[in-house]
């Protein structure tokens, strides 16, 4: 049975990082880990390994950290991953990217592209035997509740648009890496098409609970073989 999980072995560390969809208001003083993980995606995945195969003594942290882009992640990449020695590590970054500075007509791809290599090279560096998980970073076009189309706020369908290569790119270094590859956005792009954005991503950035879900199933579905 345990077979089945695919990259998940016995004993296996996960680390979960990113931005603030990873981070989901996790409390990282606390000693139980359903705070430590955060309320989102992370602890449900966890939460479902962890209870379905206890023989295996699997074990997660959460080091999300909102607001954060790959420059973020690389200079706190000793203390937040190395030194934990994860055997797993999932990575969904690359959104802070594109909204940080929503003027600007693209993305500088190829500084994108140079953080995210140096992180993977850092990484495998010290972590030779690591499995990587890339997550594809994702946006649905919305405004928050009692926010206009027009507001600057608003995720305008252009900066949808502006992902793409920051998407792209994952997908290809995932290729490069041996890496396993989570893909979200189509996910999303299906399920909104009925119901509309806010239902999973209330600002289209940030999950509701559905969206949790939604991303959770995708990446056991990855990583593990598993479905919710």
Known sequence: ?????????????????????TNAFRKPEEVGTSYRLGAGWAMIVAAKLQA??????????????????LSDLLARWQEDCLSLKPTVLSVLVGVNEVLRD???????????????????????????????????????????????VTDPSAIA??????????????RELARQWKAVF???QEPLDRV??????????????????????LIAREWLLAVAGLTL
């Open 1 to 21: 049975m345990m077979s089945q999980l695919k990259t998940l072995t016995q004993g296996s560390v996960v680390l979960f990082q990113g931005d603030s969809i």
């Open 52 to 69: 379905q195969y206890p023989q295996m003594q699997l074990a997660f942290e959460n080091r999300g950290v909102s607001g954060n882009g």
């Open 102 to 148: 929503r003027s600007r007509k693209v993305v500088d791809i190829e500084a994108f592209k140079s953080r995210y290599q140096q992180l993977l090279e850092m990484t495998r560096r010290n972590l030779p035997q690591i499995q990587l998980v890339l997550c594809e970073p994702f946006l649905l076009p919305s405004a928050a509740p009692g926010v206009t």
């Open 157 to 170: 369908p252009e900066l949808c648009v502006r992902l793409r290569p920051c998407q792209q790119m994952v």
């Open 182 to 184: 989570v893909p979200l």
């Open 192 to 213: 909104a098409a009925t119901t509309g954005t806010a239902y999973w991503l209330f600002d289209g950035v940030h999950p509701n609970a559905a969206g949790q879900w």
